[in-house]
């Protein structure tokens, strides 16, 4: 129960995009008022919270490849009924990939390590989709 709890706590970047962005706005939106009170206050302002220094799309990225990929990819190890779940994830990433790219103008160097880290979390969602799905089926 405690690893169902965990996940849906940081599910949003499992989601259809549309509602995945939209909730990441939200998220953000709030990290960046608490932030905003930090400065105010004087106070040391949270990695996340500084809405001057925070690429939106960027954060996103970082939250699923190092949060949120190894908990859907040891949980649908678990329960490979889910893959949809990491497929899915990994189209949000490129997603986010896009986005992030647009906004920064990245090196090439920076974005050959955004698509390294998308085509490692792709590979092992269908990796976990073969475990369940003929192969007719697949994605």
Not at 12 to 38: I, T
Not at 62 to 83: D, M, Q, R, Y
Request: charge should be positive; hydrophobic fraction near 40%.
């Amino acid at each position: 129960m405690n690893l169902f709890l965990h996940t849906c706590d940081v599910s949003n970047p499992l989601k259809p995009f549309p509602v995945c962005h939209k909730w990441a706005w939200r998220v953000l939106d709030e990290f960046f008022m608490q932030g905003d009170e930090e400065k105010r206050r004087g106070l040391p302002v949270g990695m996340l919270n500084d809405r001057d220094k925070v690429n939106r799309p960027g954060s996103q990225h970082g939250f699923i490849n190092f949060l949120v990929a190894p908990l859907a990819n040891h949980t649908v190890k678990l329960f490979p009924s889910l893959h949809e779940l990491t497929l899915q994830m990994a189209s949000n990433l490129q997603q986010w990939r896009n986005m992030w790219a647009e906004e920064v103008n990245p090196t090439a160097e920076e974005i050959a390590k955004k698509d390294n880290e998308i085509e490692k979390w792709r590979d092992v969602a269908v990796q976990l989709q073969k475990r369940v799905m003929p192969k007719t089926q697949r994605v």
